[in-house]
T-cell receptor, first 113, second 114 residues
Framework: EPEVTQTPSHQVTQMGQEVILRCVPISNHLYFYWYRQILGQKVEFLVS????????KSEIFDDQFSVERPDGSNFTLKIRSTKLEDSAMYFC???????????FGPGTRLTVL | GDSVTQMEGPVTLSEEAFLTINCTYTATGYPSLFWYVQYPGEGLQLLLK?????DKGSNKGFEATYRKETTSFHLEKGSVQVSDSAVYFCALVQADTGRRALTFGSGTRLQVQP
């Protein structure tokens, strides 16, 4: 069964460093998302992406964040200068059609020291 | 804005016990409601959904009914198994605004003991 994959499973970085979280969505999907969950808190929407551009973003998704689909398979989330409060589990999701189900990856745990 | 509130966990049950995980929501309009499950080391998987009032979603013995009058979508299962141990997330999406980003609750960890 096709699935969304994410790498790495755990990333440890120093405050101020750049990190890139990678996702491989399901191959025929067109809509892509990033969510995050700070430990003990809600899963929060960050950004959605369709047709090679951001279609919606939350107030969390500030200038430190960017997303890219550099080729036909990867979907990345970049944090330019990480802060302690960026420590969280980051989930990627994709779906095939406008009303379809979102399929989630296993998440990347980001720890900023 | 929209929000989802779930009961805090962990919920610890013995095998074959009855399960209820409470979920209430605040939203304008007529959202669609979902339960997602996350097994250890895996991603969020859709467990069941309901798209309008009084709809009942069901899957793998789990059920939840969309109650608009109480703005609730409580998850139930009559007899849990050890394999049901996971984190359960209630979520909604505004179906009529074109905004397809999910709004999640904080998750409830279920631990089932043999």
């Amino acid at each position: 069964e096709p699935e969304v994959t994410q790498t790495p499973s755990h990333q440890v970085t120093q405050m101020g460093q750049e990190v890139i979280l990678r996702c491989v969505p399901i191959s025929n999907h067109l809509y892509f998302y990033w969510y995050r969950q700070i430990l003990g808190q809600k899963v929060e929407f960050l950004v959605s992406f369709y047709n090679n551009e951001i279609s919606e973003k939350s107030e969390i998704f500030d200038d430190q964040f960017s997303v890219e689909r550099p080729d036909g398979s990867n979907f990345t989330l970049k944090i330019r200068s990480t802060k302690l409060e960026d420590s969280a589990m980051y989930f990627c999701a994709s779906r095939s059609t406008a009303g379809g189900q979102q399929f989630f990856g296993p998440g990347t745990r980001l720890t900023v020291l | 804005g929209d929000s989802v509130t779930q009961m805090e966990g962990p919920v610890t049950l013995s095998e074959e016990a009855f399960l209820t995980i409470n979920c209430t929501y605040t939203a304008t309009g007529y959202p669609s409601l979902f339960w997602y499950v996350q097994y250890p080391g895996e991603g969020l998987q859709l467990l069941l959904k309901a798209t309008k009032a009084d709809d009942k979603g069901s899957n793998k013995g789990f059920e939840a009914t969309y109650r608009k009058e109480t703005t609730s979508f409580h998850l139930e299962k009559g007899s849990v198994q050890v394999s049901d141990s996971a984190v359960y997330f209630c979520a909604l999406v505004q179906a009529d605004t074109g905004r397809r980003a999910l709004t999640f609750g904080s998750g409830t960890r279920l631990q089932v003991q043999p």
